[in-house]
């Protein structure tokens, strides 16, 4: 990634008038002569050949000196560049007639580094003093305010008199910069230059800090970015145009498993859309409050991949549609994000699943109700019937028992339906199984890919997704069954706005020891099996999430759910998704092919 040099811009100003030589064009910078009563103690301009009579000295008097701002270095800055008057010292007026071109009676010497003339607009009659220029030029060093310019022209005193070439002097005053936006420190910390592609359920995006000219944070909406460039001075000024672009930068991507540094290799593959697409080339400056301060702004917007997790981006602005080497800044990188969401439930470990839908009878006889299973249940129990909606009703067991194969809890008469896969708990017994601990799931997706050993896949989560809460016990599930499905699918609160979002649910017993289904979002961890099955079974349910989770981007096929042993991008231990990898030793990570895989999908998942 390229940096610009940080730097000062310069704004000309008109400073303290002095003691100024007429001069011939070899005259240099000297101490003036001390016995000289118009020499102040400062150094003034001799003729360099010695033994030449000085000229007659042109006393300007004194120019009020426009206020300078406090210095503030802000990188990467550029030159701002503003038209001045150009105005002769007291006494004197602008004589251009003797000159076939009446802009050779006036030039600028010593000027700043880099510094170039832009435009004049010579006066137009003797008493005219509407003449001006444009200088632009660059301050390297803060520590420097001010910048003295040498001006010559042919000049005629007031009220008659000689003439002739006349030096005179600016102070040129660092007082302006050109800024732009995003950069770092705009963004939340540790989530310097994320760009979400799809956001849901009203969660923040990361750019915190009032860039915007509408004083709002720089992303506002999906896929898009407010590029904001402040021409900063004293008095703000609209109008001036500034210059954007945009580029698909080296380096393209700071994870690890991609070596190269070449340009413009995002993955989006939509040429158009390949380095991002600015809303205009151009834009002038308008006066507007921006997080309390009041600014002269230009803005565009920069819409990045629909899909492309990893894809980076660097936006350039500058004061000239070249762009030239120095005088052209940069927002930090910005990087496409994946943003997914959890709806995380876990199920009671006592109780039981209503079995088959029970509707209120006409009688007041007891009932029967049919569940899955009725171990966790005596006489005189207090049990409470509840749905994802919330509580049906509260009642007593009298007892239990099995029929056609079937058990049931029998009730004293029900007046409130349940309906199959409503839940049973007992009243008073909250406990529930774990819930999954993600705390992998930044090693393996890529919590913060810079900087980190772990790449990952450029994608972030969120749990602020409201649930059903505690699910029903059901006694053994059976993975990729319709039952299965239909069970958890009742339970899955968000399975009509499931965009991006996947139900990680923990369960008891079951036929294995987790699960997902990529159709209905679900991920689904069997802790009782764990439990039963590894050693540090805790380590393996985190572990094995981020497998499950993995399905919902991977596709079958290779090594997936195999026992072929292909190394994950770093070489630390084997694929996640491969069955070869150790799921006790902390190392979670994807292949290569299966990070690009996890990058690359629709972005939001339906």
């Known amino acids: 990634m390229r940096t610009a040099l940080p730097y000062l811009a310069l704004v000309l100003v008109a400073g303290v008038g002095g003691t100024v030589w ?40 004194v120019v009020e000196e426009t206020k300078v701002a406090d210095y503030v270095e802000i990188e990467p800055t550029t030159t701002l560049i503003q038209s ?79 003439g002739g070439p006349q030096e005179w002097y600016w102070a040129a005053k660092a007082r302006g910069q050109l800024e732009i936006h995003p950069q770092e420190v ?6 310097a230059g994320r760009v979400i592609i799809s956001n849901k359920w009203g969660t923040p995006y990361w750019t915190v800090v009032k860039t915007a000219k509408n004083d709002q944070p720089a992303q ?78 230009a803005e565009v917007e920069l819409t990045i ?67 899955d299973c009725n171990d966790d249940f005596n006489q005189d129990d207090v049990v409470v019937f509840f749905r994802p909606g919330g509580l049906i009703c509260e009642t007593t067991v009298l007892l239990t028992g099995s029929e056609y194969g079937l058990p049931y809890i029998k009730v004293p008469d029900m007046t409130a339906a349940v309906s199959q896969y409503d839940g049973v708990k007992l009243k008073g017994n909250d406990d529930t199984y774990d819930d999954v601990d993600l705390r992998y799931f930044g ?34 599930l059976i993975g990729h069954t319709v039952e299965c499905r239909n069970f958890l699918n009742n339970w899955f609160h968000n399975r009509f706005f499931k ?7 923990s369960v008891g017993q079951a036929d294995r020891t987790a699960w997902a289904e990529q159709d209905y979002h679900f991920c689904v961890c069997s802790i009782e099996k764990m439990m039963s099955t590894f050693v540090d079974w805790e380590i393996a349910r985190d572990e094995i999430a981020c497998h499950e989770i993995g399905h919902q981007f991977v596709a079958s096929g290779g090594h997936v759910d195999t026992n072929d042993p292909v190394w994950n991008h770093d070489h630390s231990d084997y694929c996640i998704m491969s069955y ?22 629709v972005d939001p998942r339906q």
């Open 443 to 476: 090693q393996c997706y890529g919590d913060d890919p810079r900087g980190d050993e772990h790449a990952g896949c450029f994608v972030e989560y969120s749990t602020p997704v409201n649930g059903s809460g505690p699910i029903p016990k059901y006694s053994e």
């Open 84 to 162: 001045l008057p150009y105005n002769p010292p007291i006494g004197w007026a602008f004589n251009p007639f003797p000159q076939a071109n009446p802009w050779d009676y006036v030039d600028i010497h010593n000027k700043p580094p880099d510094a170039i003339q832009k435009e004049v607009v010579p006066p137009t009659s003797l008493n005219d003093t509407a003449g001006r220029v444009q200088i632009e030029g660059l301050f390297y060093n803060a520590s420097v305010p001010d910048w003295p310019l040498r001006c010559e022209g042919n000049l005629k005193r007031l009220g008659g008199g000689g």
């Open 499 to 505: 965009e991006n979002c996947f139900y990680l649910v």
């Open 220 to 297: 506002q909406a999906d896929r898009t970015v407010k590029i904001t460039a402040y021409v900063r001075s004293d008095t703000p000024t609209a109008g001036i145009t500034v210059y954007f672009r945009v580029m698909d930068p080296d380096p393209d991507d700071p994870s690890s498993y991609e070596p190269d540094a070449d340009k413009g290799d995002n993955r989006d593959g939509v040429l158009s859309n390949k380095a991002g697409v600015l809303s205009a080339a151009s834009a002038t400056t308008e006066v507007v409050t921006i997080n309390g301060q009041v600014r002269a702004a």
């Open 305 to 371: 991949t629909n899909r492309h997790a990893g894809d980076n981006y660097i936006v350039e602005a500058s004061l000239e549609n070249t762009f030239p080497e120095g005088k052209t800044m940069q927002t930090c990188l910005l990087t496409a994000w994946k943003r997914i969401y959890f709806e995380r439930d876990r199920m009671y470990k006592k109780g039981a699943t209503v079995a088959v839908t029970f509707v209120p009878d006409q009688d007041e006889e007891p009932d029967k109700i049919w569940v």
């Open 580 to 601: 070869a990898q150790d799921p006790e030793n902390e190392i979670v990570e994807f292949c290569t092919d299966h990070c690009y895989e996890v990058r690359d999908d």
């Open 22 to 61: 007429s001069l011939n064009p070899s005259a240099l910078w000297a101490d003036g002569d001390p016995s000289d009563p118009h020499v102040s103690e400062k150094p003034g301009i001799t003729v360099s050949n010695e033994g030449e009579e000085k000229a007659e000295k042109i006393d300007p008097g």
């Open 186 to 191: 705009d963004f939340e910390p540790g989530k």
